[in-house]
């Protein structure tokens, strides 16, 4: 087996765990682009759930013996990827970590889920990208918008682009206890504004090695289908 299929293994184990207590849980972050195109390197899978119950999942992990705790990860900016616990599969490189749902503008109760066609739970295409926006994710929403190369159309008719980004979501993250408070995007900016940016400068990211004779996007070639249609060692 291949370490991409072994991850994913073992990923597909740690949903089953969280399903069966009854944690509502979905793939996020890096993983969560790779799965809607995006050709983002993976060391590390997070695993988001509800934030009343972090540490239920936590407490799950830290007391099964096929998991070890790791050490955090190191801080990033405009993130809190230092701060959630680091779970590793003992006998493999697989490792995860556990992230509230409101780090990432979700609710994991409420949101639509799709899997992949190898069982794995991702945010929907809508709620992906809304999350993006909410957010204002300027690298996540380039690299989403590049994977599935979808139009302006489809977020006027999918998404709320109405009034500004959140704000208050982002001043509460910049505020949390060990953030770095700069680069967090506390100007506001209106969500339609920020679609369009993206959505409209697909060609403009492409380059040489990627030329518009064979590429609609950086990750997506002409006619090709849309990834999260396909079986993939990645999702």
């Known amino acids: 087996m291949s370490r991409s299929l072994e991850d994913i293994s073992k990923t597909l184990a740690v949903i089953q765990i969280l399903t069966e207590h009854d944690i509502p849980c979905c793939c996020v972050g890096i993983s969560a682009l790779k799965f809607y195109g995006a050709r983002r390197m993976r060391s590390t899978w997070e695993i988001c759930v509800p934030a009343d119950l972090v540490p239920l999942a936590e407490h799950l992990f830290r007391s099964d013996g096929a998991f070890a705790s790791l050490e955090p990860k190191k801080p990033a900016p405009v993130s809190r990827i230092h701060a959630y616990s680091r779970f590793g599969t003992c006998g493999s490189n697989h490792e995860f970590v556990i992230v509230p749902d409101c780090d990432v503008h979700l609710d994991c109760r409420a ?46 008719e ?12 982002v001043r509460n993250m910049q505020a949390k206890k060990d953030v770095c408070p700069r680069w967090w995007p506390t100007r506001p900016k209106q969500k339609r504004e920020i679609w369009q940016s993206y959505v409209r400068t697909k060609e403009q990211r492409l380059d040489c090695s990627r030329p518009p004779s064979r590429y609609v996007t950086q990750y997506r070639h002409i006619g090709s289908k849309d990834p999260w249609t396909m079986l993939s060692d990645a999702s």
């Not at 889920?113 to 690298?139: E, M, N, W």
């Not at 999918?158 to 979501?169: A, E, K």
Request: aromatic share 8%.
């Open 111 to 156: 949101v639509e889920i799709t899997h992949s066609l190898r069982g794995l739970p991702y945010p929907s295409l809508k709620d992906f990208a809304q999350s993006c926006i909410d957010r204002r994710s300027h690298v996540e929403l380039c690299d989403f918008v590049d994977g599935t190369n979808l139009s302006e159309e489809w977020g006027e």
């Open 158 to 169: 999918n998404l709320d682009l109405n009034g500004m980004h959140d704000v208050r979501w």
